[in-house]
T-cell receptor, first 110, second 112 residues
Framework: GDSVTQMEGPVTLSEEAFLTINCTYTATGYPSLFWYVQYPGEGLQLLLKATKADDKGSNKGFEATYRKETTSFHLEKGSVQVSDSAVYFCALHNNNDMRFGAGTRLTVKP | SAVISQKPSRDICQRGTSLTIQCQVDSQVTMMFWYRQQPGQSLTLIATANQGSEATYESGFVIDKFPISRPNLTFSTLTVSNMSPEDSSIYLC?????????FGSGTRLTVV
């Protein structure tokens, strides 16, 4: 079945560092891909999404490009802030089924 | 995207008791989804709730433990029955809207 594999955490960065969280997927057909963020003590919020190959989702300085040839949807941000500390989940939606990666905890230190 | 109000936001419960979690959506939706997020884990789908029919449960989840109601197209409840410490988790409801999923803020349940 469909699955999502994302980079294991935790990830600790200094403020203004470059962030990459890797995500790869296995799916039949043409899934939509998502990144969700979960701040401490809160539920999940949609961060960005891409619905077809070569689409780039972006929000709050974060970007991810839907790469069908490498089945990847890596999350990037050029300069992280302390307020970006959270758990990030990669997810795919395909055939009315939603699958989540295990989550990557990011801590940004001042 | 849809706005979901979920309550309670957190609760501490005694083992053997039950807790009912409510989700209210700001517009009509066909399907509502209930997820569990155990400490340090990703999300696991418990069941899909359709209005006017019984919920569809995923493997490992049963109606007697997690009864669900869906009385109309904007509201659903999930009950965690006969709780044990292993039920301590975050429970989230979700709806599909505009090609993505929107989540409630979650209910953080601690069973003591």
């Amino acid at each position: 079945g469909d699955s999502v594999t994302q980079m294991e955490g935790p990830v600790t960065l200094s403020e203004e560092a470059f962030l990459t969280i890797n995500c790869t997927y296995t799916a039949t057909g043409y899934p939509s891909l998502f990144w969700y963020v979960q701040y401490p003590g809160e539920g999940l919020q949609l961060l960005l999404k891409a619905t077809k190959a070569d689409d780039k989702g972006s929000n709050k300085g974060f970007e991810a490009t839907y790469r069908k040839e490498t089945t990847s949807f890596h999350l990037e941000k050029g300069s992280v802030q302390v307020s970006d500390s959270a758990v990030y989940f990669c997810a795919l939606h395909n055939n009315n089924d939603m699958r989540f990666g295990a989550g990557t905890r990011l801590t940004v230190k001042p | 995207s849809a706005v979901i109000s979920q309550k309670p936001s957190r609760d501490i419960c005694q083992r053997g008791t039950s807790l009912t979690i409510q989700c209210q959506v700001d517009s009509q939706v066909t399907m509502m989804f209930w997820y569990r997020q155990q400490p340090g884990q990703s999300l696991t789908l418990i069941a899909t709730a359709n209005q006017g029919s019984e919920a569809t449960y995923e493997s490992g989840f049963v109606i007697d433990k997690f009864p669900i109601s869906r009385p109309n197209l904007t509201f659903s409840t999930l009950t965690v029955s006969n709780m044990s410490p292993e039920d301590s988790s975050i429970y989230l409801c979700s709806v599909e809207r505009g090609g993505g999923y929107t989540f409630g803020s979650g209910t953080r349940l601690t069973v003591v």
